[in-house]
């Protein structure tokens, strides 16, 4: 048995590099420069965007939830673990230089973000009860001029979002949960250790499960409450520990922006070196982050109450500011300033006492006493609390899409299996097949994006430059009465 373990590790390790090659980086990073230039440079709109995120919802549009609720609940899916954890795993492996092309990701996947976010609502459909579907799938299967075409990647992509949901959503966010948590609890045997993840399983399954059942609404109620509090007092904690190794903060913005370009070794080797390296988890832990160009939030999106698809497009990329612009430079300059003002850190990840990106992590806040250990508790519960919720109503729509309302029921249940399973077992196998999932996504979803772009544009010349955006969008929203 153990011998099969290590085989299967090794061919999923395999794969991910396969799948995360260049390939993968050049479609990610040519899918965000195009749209870049196809929406004439969106990001300069974000003031506007960050406005109408907290304009009142308008009660006379169609749709189910706020724009504001949809922002929060993919927030919630996307503010998450790969803001802790995965910066650490970028900066672990791929070294310093890592963080700032996770940032680059961020600045220009913003307008992959508002892109993959337009045709999700102007190609969005009602089910049998009134309520929206929405996502890369629909905007393939309407949008497309190859009908058949569009259907296969319509399929492909939904069932990649139905199983990177188990991945992204349920067992890497409840790994790094139980990991963080029993770091600080000394147990006398191995045995303990693994009651302790059983238990903390059985309590998220709980906490989960009373909230996904209530369906979107519910999700919704959660999050637009959960999201703003758990990133102001993230923020709050992270930027009082970078002031308290504000000498060094000037060193380590230079030595993330160094590594990048040059490839350099940073900390005497002790972390991952190399321009390729850096690229790859730079955009890996970006992606993983920010979702742009993965199509998950746009799934969500299409359920909100929005005059026409540019708003809720320009609400959406707000996300990935947040998310990426924001939460994960903060938690990148702030780890690498700790592990200058602390070399006793990189002397350990030498020395092999330091061996995963969860222990950096874990070290990383420990050395400022009490105030990082408690951001890393509070942060890790609550980002990966929301992400569970997110991600459940992500993997419900993809659901919907391929078995219909009658496969709802029983994937949630699979998804709280999921979430149990991350607590007594994953690790870094786990990371891995979601990247694997990840990537096979985003590869359906950056083709419906290209497809369409030109109905992007277009809308979003009308709309957005034009100044059209109080415009309602008359395009009558069909019914599948079987979905």
């Known amino acids: 048995m153990e011998g099969f373990v290590e085989a299967f590790s090794a061919g999923v390790d395999a794969i991910d590099g396969f799948v995360w090659g260049w390939a993968m980086i050049v479609l990610l990073l040519g899918t965000h420069l195009f749209m870049t230039i196809r929406t004439k440079f969106i990001q300069r709109k974000l003031g506007t965007a960050i406005k109408l995120s907290f304009t009142a919802q308008d009660t006379e549009s169609e749709g189910d939830v706020s724009q504001f609720g949809a922002l929060t609940t993919a927030l919630a899916a996307t503010i998450g673990t790969g803001n802790i ?127 996904i059942f209530g369906g979107i609404k519910s999700i919704t109620r959660v999050t637009e409450k959960l999201v703003p509090v758990m990133a102001l007092l993230y923020a709050a904690g992270c930027i009082v520990i970078i002031g308290m190794n504000w000498q060094f903060v000037g060193d380590a913005l230079g030595l993330i922006v160094t590594c990048a370009f040059s490839g350099q070794a940073a900390f005497g080797g002790a972390v991952g070196s190399g321009i390729a390296l850096a690229l790859q988890y730079g955009f890996k832990r970006g992606l993983f982050s920010n979702e742009s160009g993965l199509g998950s939030a746009p799934l ?39 592990m200058l003002a602390n070399p006793d850190i990189a002397a350990g990840i ?68 999921f979430i149990f399973w991350g607590c007594i077992g994953g690790g870094e196998l786990v990371w891995n097949i979601s990247d694997i999932t990840n990537a096979l996504m985003a590869v359906p979803n950056c083709i419906a994006v290209l497809g369409l772009s030109g109905v992007i544009a277009h809308g979003t010349q009308h709309y957005v430059y034009e100044k059209h955006l109080d415009e309602v969008d008359e395009d009558p929203i069909p019914q599948y009465d079987d979905k």
């Open 85 to 211: 954890v995965g910066v650490a795993t970028g900066l672990f492996f791929g070294g310093p230089g890592a963080i700032f092309w996770m940032w680059i990701t961020g600045i220009f996947g913003i307008a992959t973000k508002y892109a993959e976010t337009f045709i999700s609502v102007k190609y969005r459909v009602k089910d049998h009860r009134g309520e929206m579907l929405g996502g890369a799938m629909y905007a393939l299967e309407r949008g497309f001029k190859h009908k058949k075409l569009g259907k296969v990647l319509a399929v492909l992509f939904a069932l990649f979002a139905f199983i990177a949901s188990f991945g992204i959503g349920a067992s890497v966010q409840s790994n790094s949960l139980s990991g963080v948590i029993t770091a600080y609890i000394p147990f006398d045997s191995p045995e303990q250790l693994v009651g302790a993840n059983a238990m903390i399983g059985v309590f998220l399954v709980i906490l989960v499960g009373v909230v």
């Open 300 to 338: 969500v999106a299409a359920s909100a109450t929005t005059k026409n698809p540019a708003r809720q497009a320009l609400v959406s990329m707000t996300g990935t500011f947040w998310d990426t612009v924001v939460i994960c430079a903060i938690t990148g300059i702030m780890l690498v300033s700790t």
């Open 350 to 417: 030498a020395a092999g006492q330091i061996t995963a990106p969860a222990q950096l992590t874990t070290t990383a806040f420990s050395e400022i006493p009490i105030l990082g250990p408690l951001v890393l508790a509070v942060g890790m519960i609550l980002f990966s609390y929301s992400t569970m919720l997110g991600w459940a109503q992500y993997g419900n729509r993809a659901v919907a899409y391929l078995f219909g309302k009658k496969g709802i029921r029983p994937y949630q249940v699979v998804y709280l299996v």
